[in-house]
């Protein structure tokens, strides 16, 4: 995508060969600053504390993770050791442990001096994979969108969750790649963009990315979609996703089964847009298998953002001394979910839609 008439995206190979440049997801929306990985430690940094974010970048840059890892010690133990720091910065998203077993697969049987080389190069070709499916995503999902101003003759209202944009993934995004994509090809779509509180990845990336690509949008607080939906302010809801299960259970953004059972009420179609790296094929029950990471209690104590003078600040919200729970995401079970829009085209959530897209995964089922 492009910020100030330049095309970005939110990971590439650095000039010098070995390293990556990332977008320092933290500073945004008030600055707009690059960042240098250069070794597994870096990479492992910034996936920790949210420098990338949102589940097919974690996934690249795990695998650039591993990578930068094998630079610096090129061993099978090296190897291991790089893959087992990776998998521990963030557990929920399923897309990292698939970037790490797949570059790992590669480099296991191949002599030392060769694996930085084909690990990066892998890493690169994981990018690019992304990109494509998520383009894919925005050509399927955007028909949904069209059918609606068809069917209406009204601009289409999309809530959203989140930040499943082209800063979630390498670029164009997931659930936003439909809203890109119906927008370019002139169907009116306004979105209502959930700020996402603790870490308003909404307010500040999601509004940050429409406001940049001119998508006309509304930022509301996280409790206002039900009452929106109540009174017909919203066609359809289209969430990303950080693990969906076989049977189609979508593990996304805190508060993202609460959009999905007020849009049930309502009668409002709630869509999950994902990536085949999003589907962990070994779970079924979502609610009961996937490990929801818990985030440090500050993110819900704490909030950061711009002053009047232009700086930063940080401010104490909540009462001093009060207990604070921050699990960061849960589980939408899939008879909530209307359908999972894929690089392969738009499926129930359940097994059987699943399989029918990806017919090869039958013989694993
Ligand atoms: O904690 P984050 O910001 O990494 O969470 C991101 C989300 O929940 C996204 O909706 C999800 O990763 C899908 S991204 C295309």
Redesign the pocket.
Known sequence: MNIDGRPYRTIFPDADGVSVQVIDQTRLPFAFDLKRLATLDDAAVAIRT?IV????L?GVTAAYGLALGLREDASTEGLERACATLAATRPT?INLRWALDRVAAIVRPLAQQERFARAFAEAGRIAEEDVASCRAIGAHGGRLIADIHERTGRPVTVLTH???GWL??VDW???LAPIYDAHERGVPVHVLVDETRP?N?GAALTAFELNGHGVPHTVIADNAGGHLMQHGQVDLCI????RTTAEGDVC??IGTYLKALAARDTGVPFYAALPFSTIDWTLRDGVAEIPIEERDAREVTHLTGRTAEGGFATIEVVSPGSPVANP??DVTPSRLVTGIITERGVCEASAEGLLGLYPERREAA
């Open positions: 949210m974010r949102g589940a097919p974690i998203a989140c930040n499943a979630a993934t995004g997931t659930a870490r990845q969430v990303g996703s950080d996304n953004k960061a995401f």
